[in-house]
Nanobody
Framework: EVQLVESGGGLVQPGGSLRLSCAPS????????MMWVRQAPGKGLEWISG????????NYADVVKGRFTISRDNAKNTLYLQMDSLKPEDTAVYYC??????????????WGKGTLVTVSS
């Protein structure tokens, strides 16, 4: 069974940093696109970043570009999101998401329970 377990969220001040991790299991991790999505309080789901199966192609939403970095370690079955220069508007539940295949165009078919990131002074 597919499982995606996020960790690393917490309370940080504006301008601070956090690194989120995701531990995927139940599928051949290295064969799939992975993504991070988030949901701010009272708002809908927002895609923020994706990475191809080999980890050599990444995409970002404009709102996080230059501040967030997605990466993966297929040997360790781990996905990361390094979050720098955090802003209050980054406050959200962050979800690790599994792609439907090895290409971005196939979209998402699973996500985890999420980890809460709160950016506040």
């Amino acid at each position: 069974e597919v499982q995606l377990v996020e960790s690393g969220g917490g309370l940080v001040q504006p301008g601070g940093s956090l690194r989120l991790s995701c531990a995927p299991s139940g599928f051949p991790y290295g064969d799939y696109v992975m993504m991070w999505v988030r949901q701010a309080p009272g708002k809908g789901l927002e895609w923020i970043s994706g990475i191809n199966k080999d980890g050599d192609t990444t995409n970002y939403a404009d709102v996080v570009k230059g501040r967030f970095t997605i990466s993966r370690d297929n040997a360790k079955n781990t996905l990361y999101l390094q979050m720098d220069s955090l802003k209050p508007e980054d406050t959200a539940v962050y979800y690790c998401a599994k792609g439907r295949g090895s290409e971005f165009k196939y979209g998402i078919n699973y996500w985890g329970k999420g980890t809460l990131v709160t950016v506040s002074s």
